[in-house]
């Protein structure tokens, strides 16, 4: 189980939001309630974290098998709009009577796609020419 040591846990060092997930991913570990609490109260500090830091936590977690499942874990309480601003502009673009969801939740699918279906894809259409 994940759980915070300190109400300022998230505050002192916000990578830890992203670190949570990477454990929880690597470890199979749970997050607490009240740990996921803090981590959407406080989730502003991650925008004082270095790029490098966050880029290096989401490439950690970019390599799990399911790692759009935890891409929608962080989108949740709000991280992945704090990272990629233009992430909340997509969500209100797109879905209308032509489309069926909005720019973000296309883009989501069609990486889950690429992460999930991929391959059976390719092997199915005689590989890539």
Do not use: W
Not at 34 to 61: C, Q
Not at 69 to 86: A, C, R, S
Request: aromatic share 10%; proline share 1%.
């Amino acid at each position: 189980m994940i759980k915070h040591t300190s109400e300022n846990i998230i505050k002192d060092d916000a990578l830890r939001i992203l670190r949570a997930y990477r454990l929880k991913g690597e470890l199979d570990f749970n997050i607490d309630d009240d740990t996921i609490r803090l981590f959407k109260r406080d989730v502003e500090y991650i925008e004082d974290i270095k790029g490098e830091r966050i880029v290096d936590e989401l490439f950690k977690i970019l390599r799990f098998k399911n790692s759009y499942e935890y891409l929608q874990m962080l989108d949740d309480i709000g991280v992945i709009e704090k990272i990629f601003p233009i992430m909340k502009e997509m969500k209100k673009i797109g879905k209308c009577k032509y489309h069926l969801v909005d720019a973000y939740t296309h883009s989501t699918l069609a990486f889950k796609f690429l992460k999930t279906d991929i391959k059976n894809f390719i092997t199915l259409n005689g590989g890539i020419k």
